[in-house]
């Protein structure tokens, strides 16, 4: 079954502590991306990747990083949270067809709650 | 600086009526338009998509509309059923630029 796997789902931590979400995907896709969701703003994005060691950033990328070490993998990587990265974080992934962005396929979420 | 703008938060349709979604946009290097559809406690799903050199695209229950002009898309759902009840985000992005930008979504609720 083709789906993106994002984990933990949940997470409460406290200021400070480092912390990683991580997600993978199954279907050989080139291009993955974390977004957050939070109240009245939707869905903002924080990295992309475009391949395996290609990253960048998003428009929401400060506190926040990644890696690509993997083509399946894409970690994202919190060294000191803070309270304002308590979010609704999504990872998702999609094919690069002829220059453009396919439909994504996205994890289930992670809640993080920093404290 | 919004670049996606959905400005209807929420929008209620009886069911069986049509659902208007509509989205603007203020980047005229968008080249490819997305709509996803979000349930509670689920990620996104994608539902429909449209390139900038269609004017239509129709799935369905679902078509999309999009007006270069006016920098304008829309998604038509007909006829609407309960299940339609969910979060709909339209999504932009560019050939030369690799970010996809959202807009902050629709809430729409299906009436019985």
């Known amino acids: 079954e083709a789906q993106v796997t994002q984990n933990p789902r949940y997470l409460i931590t406290v200021t400070g502590k480092k912390l990683t979400v991580t997600c993978s995907q199954n279907?050989?896709?080139?291009?993955m991306s974390w977004y957050r969701q939070d109240p009245g703003l939707g869905l903002r994005q924080i990295y992309y990747?475009?391949?395996?060691?290609?990253?960048d950033k998003g428009d929401v990328p400060e506190g926040y990083k990644v890696s690509r070490k993997e083509k399946r993998n894409f970690p994202l990587i919190l060294e000191s949270p803070s309270p304002n990265q308590t979010s609704l974080y999504f990872c998702?992934?999609?094919?690069?067809?002829?220059?453009?962005?396919?439909?994504?396929?996205f994890g289930q979420g992670t809640r993080l709650t920093v404290v | 600086d919004q670049q996606v703008k959905q400005n209807s938060p929420s929008l209620s349709v009886q069911e069986g009526r049509i659902s208007i979604l509509n989205c603007d946009y203020t980047?005229?290097?968008?080249?490819?338009f997305l709509w996803y559809k979000k349930y509670p406690a689920e990620g996104p799903t994608f539902l429909i998509s449209?390139?900038?050199?269609?004017d239509k695209n129709e799935d369905g229950r679902f078509t999309v509309f999009l007006n270069k002009s006016a920098k304008h898309l829309s998604l038509h759902i007909v006829p609407s059923q309960p299940g339609d009840s969910a979060v709909y985000f339209c999504?932009?992005?560019?050939?030369?630029?690799?970010?996809?930008?959202f807009g902050k979504g629709t809430r729409l609720h299906i009436l019985p």
């Open positions: 449209i390139s900038s050199i269609k």
């Open positions: 998702a992934s999609s094919l690069v067809w002829q220059g453009a962005y396919t439909e994504a396929f």
């Open positions: 980047n005229s290097m968008f080249d490819y």
């Open positions: 990747s475009m391949n395996v060691e290609v990253t």
């Open positions: 999504a932009a992005s560019a050939y030369r630029d690799d970010k996809i930008i």
């Open positions: 279907m050989n896709h080139e291009y």
